[in-house]
């Protein structure tokens, strides 16, 4: 849940931009921005290559809490303003929505989590009800559920559903009664698990009952459940006052580490096999890339297989590719299902900073994650937490959006006026261009992401120029199979004199248009008449031979002297060259699998009995001898084994000639990286 009391580290990234709806909003001066410096009009070329493309992209969307909560009862000329800013074509064009089942502190609890925070509880406690009340709650008794909770998040189920491909509920803490501390602002300590090990099953069953009676009542359909949200960390703690209120934890929020876990999962499965829903479970929605393969990889497959899609946050950034790799090896679809930011340096509408700092966010994220969608955490936040002297002394720059949470039945957008920060006007220039059903592929620029249309006729590309110089941006069109003599790029600019300002087509010639970006921005350029592959320029090319050397350790991955093992030697010293041929027909994606075959002893890279070895290529190559292929568009490449999920591993990250390359799970670790160098023997007529 994005918004912990974390005192937010503002992240540098860059300067100037901006737009109020409703009242405009008087800014100050700010001190300089720290910036990118660049050369002046230094020259980038992106080479977007649709040979390696993602599954059918889902869309971008948000989280309803804490917004949905708060403004929910607002009068109608704000509510609608909103939602047209989140969800209508010219704001942020969102389609997909993660709805809050709230737990509920006891009645007798006087609130003091954050506005909007307070969600409400599907339950119904008889009145006289305590925190110390634990024990008067079945999901059988009809009595025990109140359908009509949560009205103010619920208005906004109803308002937007029309606009909503995907639908997923998510729990940030179980109800009270079923809590250690009995709070659901998370335990006494935080690090210690908070749902109680007696409520593993109600806890189930109320996530369930929830989602069946949301569906029921404004007749949509939730495809995914997330009974977590960033579990395995030490955030989500309860203080006590003197008088004993509590006076820390502002804010939902429940430590259950790995094992817990497991035994929810567990619980869930059999609770929604038996249910009126048919949504899946999803899971764990982890704060971080990292702390997502340590819960990950700590489930048995019996409990991986439960979970339908992955969902992890990218408030930390390591290890993306890590969890790229286990979501390959598992089968399953990976969302990056919440983050939020600063980039700033104090709360302003106008400053570049942390528009860019989001894009360039976004921009990591689909190149390295390689996730199904992309999701807020809530692109609304309170004005009145985020202003000068709220949560900071200088305030903050959390979500793209900002009006008071505390506004009333009588206020108008005179007097509750509306803000967008440049980080509205950047990310429209994903979700305006990218759009559901498109194929993300790869680059090879750290600052551009793109994607294919859906009809495979057209390509976006969205580049971040961080910099404080203007720049060539030449879009490379050389790996798509045709660029006809009439193929346009257009470029849609926002820096900070406009937003997703459309130019002028420019023509490509000889497959390249070159366009000049401004300092401080982010473009779109929008890419007609290019469509398939050019195989001879695909970086991985059915049935050509390859040197695999190791990023880390300068050598090739190559067949032992015992003719079973693998090592690393010099390509001087007779390094292994191995063909590649690509399991099943139709078009290559990033999720295809390959054989990977040494010519000259006919001898395939394999896992058997736990280990890495090379084996005779006789018969049909099982999973086991089937690798998927990664990469961020760097040029080189992991390979995910399609049976264990391993990647080989050079031991100890040696660079010794001969060292042993053994097996281990993703981690992102350069020694599990390869460079690909095509040395496939020419043939002459």
């Known amino acids: ?51 390696y493309k993602g599954e059918s992209f889902e869309g971008w969307g948000t989280s309803l809490v804490w917004f949905a909560n708060a403004t929910g009862d607002y009068p109608p000329e704000i ?3 909103l939602a047209d800013l989140l969800f209508g074509k010219d704001g942020l064009n969102l389609n997909i929505a993660r709805y ?49 909770a949560d009205a103010t998040q619920r208005w906004w189920v109803d308002r937007i559903k029309n606009d909503i491909d995907h639908w997923e509920t998510f729990s940030n803490s179980p109800p009270w009664f079923m809590t250690v501390s009995g709070y659901v602002s998370g335990g006494f300590d935080s690090s210690k698990d908070q749902l109680k090990e007696e409520s593993v099953d109600d806890f189930a069953k109320y996530l369930v009952g929830a989602t069946e009676r949301l569906e029921k ?13 960033e579990p395995n960390t030490p955030y989500w703690g309860t203080k006590l006052g003197a008088d004993g209120q509590p006076t820390g934890g502002r804010q939902e929020g429940a430590h259950m580490g790995p094992e817990l876990q497991q035994k929810v999962l567990k ?28 819960n990950w990889n700590s489930y048995p497959q019996e409990v991986r297989d439960l979970v339908g899609q992955m969902n992890v946050h990218t408030y930390g950034t390591g290890q993306r590719t890590t969890v790229r790799d286990l979501a390959k090896a598992a089968d399953k679809p990976l969302w990056m299902s919440e983050v939020e930011g600063d980039w700033g340096d104090g709360q302003s509408f106008t400053d570049m900073r942390p528009g860019l700092g989001l894009a360039q966010r976004m921009v990591d994220d689909l190149r390295e994650l390689e996730p199904k969608a992309w999701v807020f955490w809530q692109p609304v ?56 059903g498109d194929r993300l592929i790869k680059t090879n620029d750290t ?20 910099t404080t110089a203007a720049r060539d941006v030449t879009v490379d069109l050389s790996k798509f199979g045709k660029v006809s003599s009439r193929a346009t790029v257009t470029a849609v600019v926002t ?29 779109s350029f929008l890419v007609k008449g290019v469509s398939g592959v050019a195989k001879d320029q695909a970086e991985l090319q059915d049935e050509h031979t390859y040197r695999l050397t190791g990023v880390q350790s300068g050598k090739d991955l190559s067949i032992a002297a015992d003719g079973k093992g693998l090592v690393i030697k010099s390509a001087a010293n007779g390094g292994t060259q191995w063909q590649l041929d690509r399991i099943g027909h139709g078009a290559a994606d990033n999720r295809s699998r390959y054989v990977l075959t040494d010519p000259a002893s006919d001898k395939r890279l394999a896992i058997r009995d736990g280990a890495l070895v090379a084996e005779p290529a006789e018969g049909r190559p099982d999973t086991a001898a089937q690798w998927i292929m990664s990469t961020t568009g760097d040029t080189t490449w992991t390979l995910v084994n399609a049976a264990t999920g391993q990647l080989p591993d050079v031991h100890g990250q040696s660079t010794n000639e001969g060292a042993g390359v053994g097996l281990w799970t993703p981690n992102s670790g350069s020694n599990q990286r390869w460079k690909l160098t095509d040395v496939t023997p020419t043939t002459t007529s």
């Open 1 to 51: 849940m994005a918004h912990r009391t974390r005192t937010r580290r503002l992240l540098g990234a860059i300067g100037v931009t901006a737009l109020a709806t409703g009242t405009v909003m008087a800014t100050t001066s700010l001190p300089v921005a720290y910036a990118e410096t660049a050369a002046a009009n230094a020259s980038v070329t992106v080479r977007p290559d649709p040979s």
């Open 79 to 81: 509510r609608e303003k």
């Open 100 to 148: 809050n089942i709230g737990g509920g502190n006891a009645p007798d609890v006087k609130d003091y989590l954050r506005a909007g925070g307070a969600v409400e509880g599907w339950w119904k406690a008889p009145a006289g009800t305590t925190r110390e009340d634990v024990d008067w709650w079945s999901a059988d008794d009809k009595s025990d559920w109140n359908k009509n």
């Open 217 to 229: 009542a404004h007749g949509i359909k939730v495809d995914t459940l997330d009974p977590f949200n």
């Open 267 to 294: 619980a869930l499965a059999p609770v929604l096999e038996e249910s009126r829903t048919h949504a899946e479970i999803s899971a764990m929605d982890e704060t971080n890339p990292g702390t997502f393969a340590t």
């Open 381 to 436: 936040e309170d004005y009145d937490n985020m202003k000068p002297g709220g949560e900071s002394a200088k305030g903050g720059n959390w979500g793209s959006i900002q009006l008071s949470f505390g506004c009333d039945s009588a206020d108008t957008l005179e007097t509750c006026p509306i803000y967008t920060n440049t980080k509205f006007d950047t990310a429209r220039n994903f979700t305006h261009y990218i759009k559901p």
């Open 447 to 466: 600052s551009s992401t793109a994607a294919v249309a859906k009809k495979g006729d057209k390509a976006t590309v969205v580049h971040v120029n961080s």
């Open 495 to 523: 820096d900070a004199d406009g937003k997703l300002v459309k130019q002028q087509p420019v023509r490509v010639t000889d497959k390249q248009a070159t366009i000049t970006v401004p300092a401080q921005s982010v473009t």
